[in-house]
Every structure is written in C-alpha cells, then in structure tokens.
C-alpha cells in the first residue's frame, strides 16, 4: 500500500507520549495539533509597559523593544507526509483570539511536502504565538493549539523549479 498524506512523531518526542494529529468530528476539514509541551506565551503589552509608553518611541529601544516581541514557538512532536503538489495548511483554532488572546503571527503557515524529513528539524511542525491579551498564556501539553488542512496546489505554465530544501523551519531563503 501506498501512503499518501499522514503525520508522524519526529524521533526527539517518540517516547514523551504525543498523539497524531485528529479531526474531531467527522465533517472537521482539520486535524487538530497539540502541543508538545508546557510553553508560556507572554503578553507583547508586557514589553511596552516595561520600557514606558514614552521610551519606545525613541528609536534604541523600539528597536530593543522589537526583538522582544518575537512569536513564541510551540512545538508538537509533529511531521508530515504528503504528496508532491500537496501542502498543508496551519490554522489558528477558532477559540485562541476569543478566549485565550493568542494570534497566529504569521496568519497560516504553510508545510510544504520537502520539509518532511529534512536534515535541519526533521520536519517538526511548530506554532508561532503572538499573546495580545494582558496576561501570559500558558499552553499545557496536550492542549488543542491550531490545525492542519491538507490542500493540492496548482503551477503555472512557466513554472520554474526551485533548488532542493536544504534547512528547517523557515529555510526557503528570499530571492
């Protein structure tokens, strides 16, 4: 049998008891991802209150302030399969703005099929959190964090194949 899309547990979590990706109803487009373990989520009022209202405007510490207020990753234990012209799609639950505050802070993220495997992490899916509310977020292991929808993509007639993937996370580099 030929395997078409799923998800594994990377090597570094086999045994600290992560669970695959669900969906949780039967019509649920996504899996839901879980966190694999404990990670606070500070809030990015805290920077600012920290250095005063006034001091963030100058420009040494506004630029202090913005290495601050970097996204927290939450790993998951997680990588992913999938076909060539296939990608997964990383989503917010719906719960994390309303209740909790907690922001995708790249909106989706987007796991195309050369990261499974790759030298770097594996091919490791992670979260990238922003906390706007007040007070630190803390996400527990095994909580319910985002989900994955896989999706089929389209080239156009001109396509023009890139390089091979050399890194992890983050790694298709910019032209």
Not at 55 to 60: G, P, Q, R, Y
Not at 93 to 99: F, G
Not at 105 to 117: F, P
Not at 123 to 141: C, D, R, S, T
Request: aromatic share 10%; net charge positive.
């Amino acid at each position: 049998m030929t395997r078409k899309r799923g998800f594994e547990i990377i090597q570094e979590y086999k045994d600290k008891g992560i669970n695959l990706p669900q969906r949780a109803t039967k019509h649920a487009a996504g899996y839901d991802f879980e966190a694999a373990c404990d990670v606070e989520i500070p809030s990015v009022w805290s920077v600012g209150i920290k250095a005063g209202w006034s001091a963030i405007k100058e420009l040494a510490l506004a630029n202090q302030t913005e290495k601050s207020l970097k996204p927290i990753l939450v790993p998951t234990g997680i990588k992913a399969y999938m076909g060539e012209n296939e990608y997964l799609k990383i989503a917010n639950r719906s719960s994390n703005p309303l209740k909790r505050f907690l922001l995708l802070s790249n909106g989706i993220g987007v796991v195309d099929s050369d990261y499974y495997n790759n030298p770097d992490n594996e091919g490791h899916i992670m979260l990238q959190f922003l906390n706007f509310g007040f007070a630190p977020v803390m996400i527990k292991k095994g909580e319910r964090i985002g989900q994955g929808i896989f999706h089929t993509f389209l080239k156009i007639d001109q396509d023009v194949e890139g390089g091979k993937r050399m890194s992890g996370f983050g790694s298709t580099g910019e032209r």
